[in-house]
């Protein structure tokens, strides 16, 4: 089958800048023209992993893809509390006024998701519509680490990620192992070694849930916008239990994909899918 997007002259048709957060420069690249798109990268991962959903949206959106902080040609600052969920929240409400607009629609996967459904929950004033990718509601994997002992057993690599020191066991080279694209793997590893392993760690350090485990008791917010959720099933480290009751803390329509063929980073395993998905929902 042919692919839906074509990226053979991708390389050329991009243009990259940099937004100022607060003395941060959050790098991104942008594609095409029309309604902005912000597409936000998790662990380990970079903006080039959204290369098929701007090759197959540019024709009607302006596909902005960052570099959270921490990453690739964003900046890189020390200390754990530098990579706060506030901070990163704000890395993309200052892409948005950037380039000059007051709303966008977020797109996130993996740490992107935690962004994505944060930025939403908390100044929904700025997005118009949210897309998250293998990434539950927060509210859903706390459940999920509170009373599943695989979701438990699957999330050990995050309670490693927490220990100190954990960014000296971990090599550019290793986080390699997913990439199965031959053309994308020196693209990774360049900016695998131009990233932070102290900043990836941190993420897990200051946001990810900590023993013991227990359902967030906290008042729900509801969302304010349409959510397209797209998850592939076959990803190791977010089980699928966490989607059940999603529902529950959407103030607008839910759509759910699930895709069984298709790992954690579901924007690659399924691109075509994701992409067609993506617009038909977007041009509803």
């Known amino acids: 089958m042919t692919p839906f997007a074509d990226c053979s002259d991708f390389d050329s048709r991009v243009t990259e800048g940099h937004a100022d957060s607060n003395g941060v420069k959050i790098h991104y690249a942008s594609m095409g023209s029309g309604p902005l798109i912000v597409m936000v990268h998790g662990f380990p ?34 200390g754990d509390e530098n990579y706060d969920m506030r901070l990163l929240v704000g890395d993309v409400i200052a892409v948005i006024k950037h380039l000059g607009e007051d709303t966008a629609i977020i797109v ?108 967030d008791a906290s008042p729900v917010v509801k969302t304010q916008m349409p959510v397209l959720m797209v998850h592939g099933l076959n990803d190791i480290a977010l089980l699928p239990g966490a989607l059940n009751n999603t529902w529950d803390w959407m103030g607008k329509d839910l759509t759910l994909v699930t895709v069984p063929d298709a790992g954690h980073w579901v924007q690659q395993d399924a691109a075509d899918l994701v992409t067609r998905t993506m617009r038909a929902w977007l041009g509803r």
């Not at 959903?53 to 959106?61: E, H, I, S, W």
């Not at 539950?136 to 050990?156: F, I, K, T, Y």
Request: net charge neutral; hydrophobic share 35%; with cysteine.
């Open 108 to 215: 996130g996967h993996d740490w992107g998701g935690v962004v994505a459904w944060q930025l939403a929950l908390n100044a929904p004033q700025f997005v118009d519509r949210l897309i998250i990718l293998n990434l539950p509601h927060l509210r859903g994997l706390q459940r999920e680490l509170a009373h599943n002992p695989q979701q438990q057993a699957a999330s050990e690599y995050a309670r490693n990620f927490q220990k100190e020191g954990s960014e000296n066991l971990i090599k550019p080279e290793q986080l390699m192992f997913w990439i199965t694209d031959p053309e994308a793997r020196p693209k990774y590893l360049e900016a695998y070694k131009r990233s932070s392993m102290k900043a990836m760690m941190a993420y897990y350090k200051r946001s990810f849930p900590r023993e013991p485990y227990q359902e």
């Open 45 to 78: 991962d970079f903006w080039y992993t959204w290369r098929h959903q701007m090759a197959g949206l540019a024709d009607k959106y302006q596909c902005v893809a960052i570099d959270q902080r921490g990453y690739n040609l964003s900046g890189q600052p020390d």
